[in-house]
C-alpha cells in the first residue's frame, strides 16, 4: 500500500484565494482525519470522518473552512478565502475502526501551505 | 477531556546514553496511549501504544515505554540513544469508542505539545 496520500506537498498562494487540500487513505481504513500544525499551536485536530460521514468538526476554525469526504477513498479541506495565518502544514491520516479495535494512525506526509 | 502533557520542550542526550522523553496523562477511564516521531518534513510515524496488559510497552526501533498509573505517566525510554533519534515526540491520547443514535463513533488521538530530542555524537 503506498500510504496516506496527499496532495499538494506545497501550495503557496495569495491571500484571499480558494486553496483546496486532497488526501486518499490507506484502503479499507474507514476513519479519516485532518490536522493542522503550526509552531505555536502544535497538532490540531479540525475535523474527522467515520465512514464517510463527519463526527466532529469542532476544530474547524471558522466557516472559512470546509472538508467533504465524498466516498471512502477522497477527502479535501478547503479554505476560502485564505489569509496568512492558516499558513501551516495541513496532515491527512487515516485507521481503521471496528469492534474494539484501538488503532494508531497511519499519517500523510502532510502539505505546507503557505499564505502571503 | 482527555489530554496529555510533555512538561520539555527539548531534551538532550549524547549518542550511547539512555534517553526519556517524558508524558503525563488525564483520562477518564481506561488510558489510550500512543507515541510518535516525527522527523523533519514528514509525517508523524506509529511508535508504540499501550491499550491494556503490561506496563512496559516495546516499540519501533528499539524504543520503549512505561505506563504508570500512579503517576499517570507514560515515559517513552530507550536504553541507547543514536543520532539518529533525532527528532520531535508526540504523547497522545485516544478517546474510547461511543455509541450514539448515529453510529459508533471511534475515538480521536488527542497530542501533547511535542518534545524535540536532539542527540549528540
Known amino acids: 500500500d503506498a500510504g496516506v496520500i496527499q496532495s499538494p506537498r506545497h501550495e503557496v498562494t495569495e491571500m484571499g484565494q480558494e486553496v483546496t487540500l486532497r488526501c486518499k487513505p490507506i484502503?479499507?481504513?474507514?476513519?479519516l482525519f485532518w490536522y493542522r500544525q503550526t509552531m505555536m499551536r502544535g497538532l490540531e485536530l479540525l475535523i474527522y470522518f467515520n465512514n464517510n460521514v463527519p463526527i466532529d468538526d469542532s476544530g474547524m476554525p471558522e466557516d472559512r473552512f470546509s472538508a467533504k469526504m465524498p466516498n471512502a477513498s477522497f477527502s479535501t479541506l478547503k479554505i476560502q478565502p485564505s489569509e496568512p495565518r492558516d499558513s501551516a502544514v495541513y496532515f491527512c491520516?487515516?485507521?481503521?475502526?471496528?469492534?474494539?479495535?484501538?488503532?494508531?494512525?497511519?499519517f500523510g506526509s502532510g502539505t505546507r501551505l503557505t499564505v502571503v | 477531556a482527555q489530554s496529555v502533557a510533555q512538561p520539555e520542550d527539548q531534551v538532550n542526550v549524547a549518542e550511547g546514553n539512555p534517553l526519556t522523553v517524558k508524558c503525563t496523562y488525564s483520562?477518564?477511564?481506561?488510558?489510550?496511549l500512543f507515541w510518535y516521531v516525527q522527523y523533519p518534513n514528514r509525517g508523524l510515524q506509529f511508535l508504540l501504544k499501550y491499550i491494556t496488559g503490561d506496563n512496559l510497552v516495546k516499540g519501533s526501533y528499539g524504543f520503549e515505554a512505561e505506563f504508570n498509573k500512579s503517576q499517570t505517566s507514560f515515559h517513552l525510554k530507550k536504553p541507547s540513544a543514536l543520532v539518529s533519534d533525532s527528532a520531535l515526540y508526540f504523547c497522545?491520547?485516544?478517546?474510547?469508542?461511543?455509541?450514539?443514535?448515529?453510529?459508533?463513533?471511534?475515538?480521536?488521538?488527542?497530542f501533547g505539545q511535542g518534545t524535540i530530542l536532539t542527540v549528540h555524537p
Open positions: 497522545a491520547v485516544r478517546d474510547p469508542p461511543s455509541t450514539w443514535a448515529g453510529g459508533t463513533s471511534y475515538g480521536k488521538l488527542t
Open positions: 491520516a487515516s485507521s481503521f475502526a471496528g469492534g474494539s479495535a484501538i488503532d494508531g494512525y497511519t
Open positions: 484502503s479499507g481504513h474507514n476513519s
Open positions: 483520562v477518564s477511564g481506561n488510558p489510550y
